[in-house]
């Protein structure tokens, strides 16, 4: 109205006898500046109505420090109060103030132990509250812009936390204690300093949305392969060099990691969910993506790519981006790609085709590329060749580079090992074996050239550093692996090959702890004449396990419900001084070997007398009591007893 009154177009625009009232940005406020405080009248209102709703919002109230009736909710005095309508708050908003600290007996003030979501964002605080995290119900926090560099080491105590938004604060790092935070399922950490993740980021097993864009960080934990819902994963602006690791089974649907420094070849393989892909504004000068074929957009602009034959595996590609590469050409198949929508070519100096085609569109330009393909003259020579190469190939079905007699060992594989095996010929092989030789590590090129491999055999090298990153290319596919008489240290992180059915880790240096429970479809695994003390973390699927030649004490007691499959167990030649009587009901049980060990409870006699007979001495001793092992000559128990002391090699020349 005083617009309209100024260009006449408007005579009277309010009563001549009012003045307009000055504008108030909150009734609740009393002064101005940085000595705004909530008027008594508009806190005690906003109190009652948290114990009425179990909602209390005190946000964007230019608060510097929470009231006294924060603390004492359950003492407020108003009309009509009664106790059975008040609701203990689960909702808390204290957004949008000048806060710089909170209580730290939060978890215990009255009214407030229930709290389910916290709203602390755009305040000034320079650290968290232990207590906040032990909230029991605690599932929402939102904590977003303020000055917190470190987060308290008891917020790994904040189990039903399943969102939590950390973004725009000076954090430098997350506690270790975040990898028990197992129901987290969105996790946003954007605009802060962080350079790494804790290595226990892989026991944040819920999770399934990862944004941790605008940080400075230059790698991701390997414990990452262990995250197997992660869908959607958001690491723009970062320092990352080498393209990170995911597991085979996550169901990812998106991947950023866009203005990175990404450099040289990477491999996407093996993210079959995978739906949006945005590699832009890196140093990438080859690309391969295998495994995903559902993908719809791929965003690779501003890197150094000189091809783009990776797209046309891409059969539902709709939206690709290759704007400021180094393409000279286009591959005339790039026609068949009948979803393509949108081909973004800006910036490169292609010369195979005319700028008109190019400027026309993505139809004009498949549809020129598809004139090229159709004038072809047929197959040449070298496409015949490579075919029957394949055919032979696909026939034979293995590839086998094992030592032969009289031959010299290899310390790595010959630079022409795998370049004659094209990607049309590698899905044909299944089998490689490399048996023999002096390799210190497991090839590469095992995991880039045998996409479909399904028996890997390198037993008898020195193979001892971990498994390279392309191997996660066979999560799909391999089944066998055997690495039997080498030097590997630690057991291999195999998260990444979840479909192994047989595993042969024998005749090593394996000293800490084994965990495969990753590998849900084990049946046979081999852990023989390694040092294990530890007893190894099994999957329930396991038929037929090996021990033997170990340093094990004990054999867990609750065996039979944890491996209710096993028909096989070879523990001979350990430190077991007892057996769990409660092994005698496993009923698949078809082999237990336990000679070579200082038993205390059952003698050598009975180990002789075969496994049924000692499956039936165990369950009667669990039936009935105690039940005193067979009558024996002093002289044989004696005998016995010295067997348990001698080496094993001697034991087998005895027998």
């Not at 949108?342 to 085609?357: D, K």
């Not at 079905?397 to 010299?408: C, E, F, G, I, V």
């Not at 630690?490 to 084994?514: A, F, H, K, Q």
């Not at 005193?628 to 005998?639: E, F, T, V, Y």
Request: aromatic share 4%; charged share 20%.
């Amino acid at each position: 109205l005083q617009f309209l009154y100024l260009i006449g177009l408007q005579q009277r625009p309010w009563p001549t006898n009012k003045t307009m009232p000055a504008r108030r940005l909150n009734p609740g406020f009393q002064g101005g500046g940085d000595g705004m405080v909530m008027r008594p009248g508009k806190m005690k209102d906003a109190m009652v109505r948290a114990l009425q709703s179990g909602a209390l919002s005190l946000a964007g109230r230019g608060l510097v420090v929470l009231p006294d009736e924060f603390q004492t909710l359950d003492a407020l005095e108003y009309d009509n109060k009664t106790w059975w309508q008040e609701a203990d708050v689960t909702k808390l908003d204290l957004s949008n103030n000048k806060l710089t600290a909170l209580p730290q007996n939060i978890a215990e003030l009255p009214m407030l132990g229930a709290l389910q979501v916290v709203s602390i964002a755009d305040n000034e605080l320079a650290a968290l509250p232990a207590s906040l995290f032990r909230l029991p119900h605690l599932n929402k926090l939102y904590a977003m812009r303020n000055r917190l560099e470190t987060l308290p080491e008891d917020v790994g105590a904040a189990m039903a936390l399943q969102e939590a938004d950390l973004s725009e604060n000076p954090l430098t790092s997350l506690p270790p204690s975040f990898g028990n935070l197992h129901n987290l399922g969105t996790l946003k950490i954007t605009g802060t300093q962080l350079t790494a993740l804790p290595e226990s980021m892989g026991g944040c097993s819920g999770l399934h949305t990862l944004d941790l864009s605008s940080n400075r960080l230059t790698h991701l934990p390997e414990s990452m392969v262990l995250l197997n819902k992660l869908q959607h994963i958001e690491l723009a602006c970062n320092k990352i060099r080498v393209f990170p690791v995911f597991s085979p089974t996550a169901p990812i649907t998106r991947l950023c990691l866009r203005q990175n420094q990404l450099c040289g070849k990477i491999d996407v393989c093996g993210l079959a969910a995978l739906k949006d892909l945005v590699l832009s504004f890196n140093a990438l000068s080859s690309l391969w993506i295998v495994g995903s074929d559902g993908l719809a957009t791929v965003d690779v602009r501003d890197n150094q790519l000189s091809d783009v034959t990776w797209a046309l595996e891409l059969a539902r590609l709709k939206h690709l981006n290759v704007a400021n590469n180094n393409l000279s050409g286009l591959p005339p198949g790039l026609a068949g790609l009948t979803d393509l929508a949108t081909l973004n070519l800006e910036g490169n100096p292609i010369r195979s085709i005319r700028r008109e085609v190019l400027m026309k569109g993505c139809a004009e330009i498949l549809k020129y590329l598809k004139s090229r393909d159709t004038a072809d003259t047929g197959p040449t020579a070298a496409d015949a060749a490579r075919e029957t190469k394949a055919s032979a190939l696909v026939a034979r079905n293995h590839y086998d580079l094992s030592r032969k007699p009289h031959t010299a060992q290899l310390a790595r594989l010959p630079p022409d090992a795998f370049q004659n095996i094209t990607s049309e010929d590698g899905p044909g092989i299944t089998t490689f074996k490399c048996n023999g030789h002096l390799l210190d590590c497991v090839p590469e090129e095992i995991g880039l050239c045998l996409p479909s491999l399904v028996t890997l055999e390198l037993n008898e090298n020195k193979i001892a550093a971990p498994l390279p990153v392309s191997f996660a290319r066979l999560g799909r596919s391999l089944a066998s692996l055997s690495l039997k008489r080498n030097n590997i240290p630690v057991c291999p992180r195999l998260e990444v090959v979840p479909m192994l059915t047989y595993l042969d880790l024998g005749v090593n240096r394996i000293r800490g702890t084994v965990d495969v429970r990753c590998l849900e479809r084990l049946d046979t695994l081999v852990l023989s004449d390694n040092g294990l003390s530890d007893f190894p973390l099994l999957p329930p699927s396991l038929s037929v396990l090996t021990v033997g030649g170990n340093r094990l004490e004990a054999l867990p007691n609750d065996l039979p419900t944890a491996l209710p499959k096993l028909s096989s167990l070879d523990a001979t030649n350990n430190n077991l001084a007892t057996i769990p009587p409660n092994i005698g009901t496993m009923s698949h049980m078809r082999s237990l070997l336990l000679h070579g060990n200082p038993l205390k409870t059952v003698r050598r006699a009975m180990l002789d007398k075969g496994t049924d007979a000692l499956l039936a001495y165990l369950r009667d001793k669990m039936e009935g009591g105690h039940v005193a092992p067979p009558a024996q000559s002093q002289q044989l128990q004696h005998a016995g007893h010295m067997a348990y002391q001698q080496p094993p090699q001697q034991q087998q020349q005895q027998q």
